[in-house]
């Protein structure tokens, strides 16, 4: 009796799942989104709103330079052998509330506005062993992206859209706190809360689904149109995604994502900040390259009062850094958010 149903139990979850099979984009639930560390990913029905908040964590912690492991005792030296910089950082964290807003005049084109709140806080450790931190905290840069459609499979199973956004210069670089060596001085560029330029967004995104398994890719760029007030210009970005994500139902699935992106080094210099004080407050310490894979949840409410509701997050690893240093690593990053479209 129990084998049997069991059984019908399974017939009717792989029924279920052949259902789906000529489905618009809408009824895939969960997995019609791609992991929520992954921005622009989706494009939303003529006259659809969605309205979102992330949360997103970014923990560092040691120093490397190419591949290797610096320790901070090898970057401050001591006082009867100095090494190249005053002062170590040791750790650094960084949290971001990022508010967004998508809506689409068209089938063709969504529009997406993001609003990210900035904190972030870096520990150190001077030559004569003395630890402290420093911290700043604010808006960031405020960005407006153009999703356009580029490719729908007349099945709606593979979707291809351009991102075309504009990253607008409404972060602080001008962030000061107190250190040993100074009140109210000038923090490094990491510490610095926006890139202080226009900077271009161009990206493409993929999106495929099959029955219960959904995967995607995406390519995108931060190009830094010019030098800000301060007298540099941060490196351009080139981030790969791709990911996998698995339904259990429709209101569940699960993904992993391999990540990889590279960043260039500073251009210029901020004229406040000395290169030989801190490895951050060095222009050449900047660039780097660095891989992730992530696992992810993905929760949609298909029924009741919160139907329509998702709520996701996604727990990135480093998996392969070579760092332009010494420059921190990234050890974790961790998004968790909330969207509702209407
Ligand atoms: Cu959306």
Known sequence: MKVQII?????????NAHAHDNAPMSSLGASSHAPIGVMADHQHAAGEWMLSYRYMDMTM?????????????EITGTMMSPGDYMVAPVSMDMSMHML????????????????????????HLTRMGQGFSTSSSGLGDISMTGLYSLYRSADGRHRVHANIGLSLPTGDIDARDDTPAMANAK??????LGSGSVDLLPGVSYQGFGDSVSWGGQVSLVVRSDYNDNDYRLGNRLKFSGWVARSYSRALSVSIRLAHEVWEDIDGADPELNPMMVPTADPA????????????????FTKGQLK???????FGQSVYQHLHGPQMEVDQTITAGWQFAF
């Open 308 to 314: 329509g509701h998702r709520l996701a997050a996604e």
């Open 100 to 123: 967004g807003a998508m809506y689409a005049p068209n089938d063709q084109l969504t529009l997406m506005l993001m609003l990210p709140v900035v904190e972030k806080e870096m520990k």
């Open 61 to 73: 912690k040691g120093m490397r330079e190419g591949g290797d492991s610096v320790t901070s005792a």
């Open 285 to 300: 310490n900047q660039g780097g390259e660095r891989s992730d894979l992530s696992l992810g949840l993905n929760y949609l």
């Open 7 to 15: 059984a019908i139990a399974g017939l009717i979850a792989v029924h």
């Open 187 to 192: 923090l490094p560029y990491a510490m610095q």
